[in-house]
């Protein structure tokens, strides 16, 4: 099994290599695919050297699976070659999320979607897999009809651009800006770029993903703000469903879901934080609870590592998934 990764030197990619090598997926050959600039250095996997090649050269060694971390245009341009050399592409950025043609993927709740035909398949957003990992299980008893969400997502989220100047700024340090304002000791209610319906596409890409990923039927509206968190974005969610749930039936529903965690105990201070998801695969849910302005309706706190299972964990289990099934 030939696995290239492309993208291989950057935040994501770099833990692509880490959750391949810790899933034990069976790589016979990795191809490790970075920019001309990155050609010729090494990359390190499984206690061996592999040289990073380029683009081409890599469409040329015909893997049979490309995980694409390197940005939407580089994938739009890209990941129709690999797939006419017969390789499935499992893509991290934006470029095909809404492609009706595309599927998007969360393997513990849509994967069996996927089939030999799919030979490019969409990574969801980072936000939106934590959300929809703990609305499927909720959905499928209960009938979720709306959910309010705000984000706090850190800044590992924008890159290592942003993290630099986070920890320039908290070093009373000139920083170069990657956002209009400081983001140390700050909020910033503003994710991507504005929409002309006055949210950010960050914003929208919460509400147009789960409804492809979940159903077409529920509605989301968003806040997503960036915090002066280095890893690890959180979530408070509202959620409304269309019958009367049961708090105990919920936590249990969770807590028999695939990849979530359930942290959920005020008399212990037992809650998900972003400090202690770094790092790891798992999706953390806790603070659940009535919302007594609103029958029917649920409030509860969901996080995750955004790099992890918000971008490379799920990559990777696709991937996996894949080589499993046989679609590969």
């Known amino acids: 099994m030939r696995i290239a990764v492309v993208g291989a030197t950057g935040m994501v990619g770099t833990e692509m290599l880490k959750v391949l090598e810790e899933y034990q997926v069976a790589i016979s050959e990795l191809i490790p695919v970075a920019s001309e600039r990155s050609v010729g250095k090494m990359v390190s996997y499984r206690g061996k050297e592999y040289p990073i090649v380029s683009m081409q050269t890599a469409v040329d060694m015909k893997p049979n699976i490309a995980i694409f971390s390197a940005g939407g245009s580089t ?34 709740i849509n994967g069996s979607l996927l089939t030999k035909e799919d030979k490019i398949i969409a990574n969801p957003n980072c936000s ?13 008893k209960y009938g979720v009809k709306r959910v ?3 984000t706090y997502q850190s800044v590992s989220g924008t890159g290592k651009a942003a993290i630099d100047q986070m920890e320039a700024e908290r070093a009373g340090q000139n920083a170069e800006k990657v956002y209009p304002y400081d983001i ?42 960036r915090v002066p968190v280095s890893g ?14 049961d708090l105990g039936e919920i936590r249990k529903l969770l807590h028999e879901t695939e990849g979530v965690v359930v942290q959920d105990n005020p008399d212990t201070n037992t809650y998900p934080m972003p400090k202690y998801a770094k790092g790891k695969n798992e999706v953390f849910v806790g603070r659940i609870r009535e919302d007594f302005t609103n029958p029917n309706t649920v409030n509860m706190w969901i996080v995750a590592d955004n790099l992890r299972k918000g971008a490379a964990t799920n990559a990777v289990q696709i991937a996996q998934y894949l080589i499993t099934n046989k679609l590969v």
């Not at 939106?128 to 499928?140: D, F």
């Not at 910033?188 to 914003?203: A, I, S």
Request: charged share 25%.
């Open 75 to 108: 994938s739009l341009e890209w990941a129709p070659k690999f797939a006419e050399v017969g390789c499935t592409v499992v893509d991290n950025s934006s470029a095909w999320r809404m492609d009706p043609d595309k599927k998007l993927i969360v393997p513990e």
């Open 128 to 140: 939106t897999i934590q959300l929809v990992m703990c609305l499927a299980p909720l959905h499928k």
């Open 148 to 150: 309010i969400v705000s």
């Open 184 to 225: 140390d000791m700050n909020c910033l209610p503003h994710c991507d770029v504005f929409q002309d319906n006055g949210y950010t596409k960050e914003e929208m890409k919460l509400t147009k993903e789960t409804k492809k990923i979940v159903d077409e039927s529920i509605n989301v509206s968003a806040t997503a703000v």
């Open 232 to 245: 690890g974005h959180s979530e408070a969610v509202n959620i409304e469903f269309a019958s009367t749930p």
